[in-house]
């Protein structure tokens, strides 16, 4: 198409060949009219300066057409122009999005205007799909104002109608509608071809630039949904992209963290990553490097790969995964499993340690009972149930200890718990020459938790308390404090050491998973983490705080059972004897001892002891006599069920003379009489227990 060359060139050009025309019209001039002449130069002046307008008003539409990518501008101004250039009264531009799909009016103006938007169905096409069809520029005209069908049932006097094509491919038509001078001739539609031409190219950019627009956001879209952290470094470490969960990792916005140095970013230090970045660049699989950010304060799990194609001057991709929890997880999974294989073990030779030490404490303390036993062994005898007793308690702890279940809330004795638990430890205490003072205030509320957890964390502070201590020079004083007080409706434990104290350093970071000061292999750096989790679930908090120099104090505060909930056990008073006339007991245990044990102890007062080896003979022996205790041990079954129950079924009133025995520590004698379950003693259980036990039955009156 010539037009579509048009150049100031072409415009001087034309200009020289009307000039040559006037010299030859000169040569003729005697033979011509002067009128002819003038009309004849008129119209030739008349066409060069139309001629100029339209190149002016093409150079304008390709101006406007390179200046915007946007496909809505691009076909609104194609419109607009068409319509002035052709002097139409409406005009639109036609979209067809695929081969056989209808076609869209993307721009409508003039008479036209209302239909923008509209979709045209291809049997409805018009000149429109004509133009399309053909491949070439249709020109149409009738006498009536409806005899050209436009597209989708528009009609017009005249049209003209050009298809949009370029490399190859038709797009769309351009339509112009109504010619304000007669029908629409061949100038005409040499012009709308140009157009339509330029049209078309700036359409297949437009929509190419879009195509690759929808592409660039939908990797960004992907890059962004990915939850690990990635970012594309150049040769200098500096990050030129990252994703937002990078940008989230590092506490930033996808923008801010563009040029900052990705090694200083992640752990606040450049050598950081040297290795693996290294191994990326040099075209090699680096394995994935662990490290724990103290920047950040998490654990980073990083892998590398080189970017083959340099994209914004990268040269390397590094993915970083936050792997802070799962490794939280992880090893608490190890330590509760390890302590899972400690507490089996353990639970498993304190129960096969009870019933010796049960019969050593027992019958020891029988004898010391007989007044005839006045000799100096006595001295002895006393060591020895001394003795038995306190290895009685060391099993009872390590039992509790070594519990571990499901998690039970339940209303708890702190100052309990903590008596226990610096028992426990008060052997590693005395070996780091640690003084420990225990204060427990009066009368404490109980407080709603589990037992096991919180015990977990008095053994945690108090580790680390004995260790600050342990760290001390020898001549300064080792001491911890242990205090539980009422705080209004809490309860709080302190642990106080006379320790090196805390840096403002560790102080801001002792709660994070990981954080340790202990050489490796020493301290996981999980025991206040843990801790804080096991105070936050119970409602409370877990502080820390120092003076310089002055060792340091942690702090858990727990909300109290309120009040009308039990309060710290009151160990029933032993009763003396509190049997009047002879009883009848039953004792039912495999062991014999145990049968032994009791027999010596109520034998004294001339109760009588029968014994049975097992649930059924227990049941055998309750049908036929009549007895005013029975003491079962827990596993002790009848028929399939356990022995209380069924012994409850036998007579009901039994329930009240029974006393079960146990190793187990799941249930605590006061929180089973709290449940209204038979009583129970825990093994290995001393004389007065046991008599107070017994006194408590019989006091109540219930004797068969
Ligand atoms: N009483 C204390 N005095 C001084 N520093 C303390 C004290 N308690 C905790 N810290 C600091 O807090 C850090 C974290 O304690 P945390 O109990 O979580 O881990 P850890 O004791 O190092 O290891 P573990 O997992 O074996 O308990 C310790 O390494 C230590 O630096
Ligand atoms: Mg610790």
């Known amino acids: 198409v010539p037009v579509a060359l048009a150049t100031p060139a072409l415009v001087a050009l034309g200009a020289a060949a009307l000039a040559a025309g006037a ?45 915007s990518l946007r496909l809505e501008h691009v076909v609104g101004e194609v419109a607009r122009y068409a319509m002035r250039f ?68 528009v009609c017009a006097r005249s049209a003209a109608a050009a298809p949009l094509k370029a490399h190859g491919v038709t797009t769309g038509a351009v339509v112009v509608a109504d010619r304000a001078t007669g029908a629409f001739g061949m100038e005409d539609a040499r012009l709308l071809s140009t157009v339509a031409t330029h049209t078309a190219v700036a359409l297949a950019n437009a929509r190419l630039f879009d195509l690759v627009r929808r592409g660039k956001e939908q990797w960004e879209a ?133 019933n010796p030490l049960t019969s050593i404490a027992g019958l020891s303390e029988f004898l010391l009972e007989q007044p005839r036993d006045a000799a100096p062994e006595r001295e002895h005898l006393r060591v020895i149930n001394e003795q038995a007793e306190r290895a009685g308690r060391i099993v009872r702890d390590l039992l509790t200890f070594a519990r571990k279940g499901p998690v039970e809330f339940q209303p708890v004795d702190l100052a309990d718990i903590v008596q226990r638990t610096v028992q426990l430890m008060s052997y590693d205490l005395r070996q780091q020459g640690a003084a420990v003072d225990v204060s427990l205030a009066p009368g404490l509320p109980w407080v709603h938790g589990d037992r096991y957890q919180l015990q977990q964390v008095v053994l945690n502070l108090l580790t680390n308390a004995m260790h600050a201590v342990s760290t001390l020079p020898g001549d300064l004083p080792r001491r911890v404090r ?110 014999p001892i145990v049968h032994r044990v009791v027999a010596a102890l109520f034998g004294r007062d001339g109760h009588r002891v029968d014994a049975a080896v097992n649930g059924a003979d227990a049941l055998g022996l309750a049908e036929r006599e009549r007895y005013d205790l029975i003491i079962a041990d827990r596993h002790a079954a009848a028929g399939g069920e356990p022995l209380a129950a069924a012994l409850a079924r036998l007579r009901p009133e039994l329930h009240e003379q029974l006393i079960i025995s146990t190793s187990d520590v799941r249930r605590d004698t006061d929180e089973q009489t709290a449940t209204g379950g038979p009583r129970t003693l825990r093994k290995p259980f001393d004389l007065k227990e046991l008599q107070a036990a017994a006194a408590a039955i019989w006091g109540s009156g219930a004797s068969l």
């Open 482 to 591: 242990v205090a539980v007080t009422r705080d209004g409706p809490r309860v709080s434990l302190e642990v106080a050491d006379t320790g090196p104290g805390l840096t403002a350093d560790v102080q801001a970071q002792m709660f994070s998973p990981f954080f340790t000061t202990k050489p490796p292999g020493e301290g996981t750096g999980l025991g206040l983490f843990v801790s804080y989790g096991i105070a936050t679930a119970h409602g409370g908090t877990l502080t820390a705080r120092s003076q310089p120099g002055d060792g340091a104090t942690l702090v858990l505060s727990l909300p109290a059972v309120p009040s009308g909930a039990p309060e710290s056990p009151t160990h029933a008073a032993a009763a003396t004897s509190a049997a009047r006339g002879p009883r009848r007991i039953l004792v039912v245990d495999d062991d």
């Open 23 to 67: 010299v030859a019209l000169d040569r003729r001039r005697r033979a011509r009219s002067l009128a002819a002449v003038v009309a004849e130069r008129d119209r030739a002046a008349t066409e060069l300066s139309r001629r100029l307008g339209e190149l002016y008003s093409l150079q304008e539409l390709t101006h406007v057409l390179s200046s």
């Open 86 to 153: 052709l002097d139409g009264a409406g005009a639109a531009v036609l979209l067809a999005p695929e081969e056989g799909a209808p076609l869209r009016v993307a721009a409508a103006e003039g008479t036209l205007a209302a239909h923008r938007n509209v979709t045209v169905e291809l049997d409805r096409g018009g000149l429109a799909l004509e133009a399309i069809t053909r491949e070439r520029v249709e020109l149409r005209a009738a006498p009536d104002p409806a005899g050209v069908q436009l597209f989708g049932g």
């Open 222 to 354: 992907t890059f962004d949904a990915i939850s690990e952290g990635m970012a594309l470094v150049d040769d200098a470490d500096a990050i030129r992209r990252a994703n937002s969960a990078f940008a989230g990792l590092v506490g930033s916005d996808v923008a801010s963290v563009v040029g900052r140095h990705l090694p200083q970013a992640l752990f606040g230090e450049r050598r950081a990553l040297a290795d693996l970045l290294e191994a990326a660049r040099a075209g090699g699989h680096a394995p994935a490097l662990v490290r724990r950010s103290d920047t950040l304060r998490r654990v980073l799990r990083l892998a590398a790969a080189p970017v083959t194609r340099a994209v914004d001057e990268a040269s390397v991709v590094v993915v970083v995964e936050d792997i802070t929890e799962q490794q939280a997880l992880e090893a608490q999974l190890i330590q509760s499993e390890k302590m899972a294989a400690v507490g089996t073990l353990v639970s498993g030779v304190a129960h096969e340690l009870n």
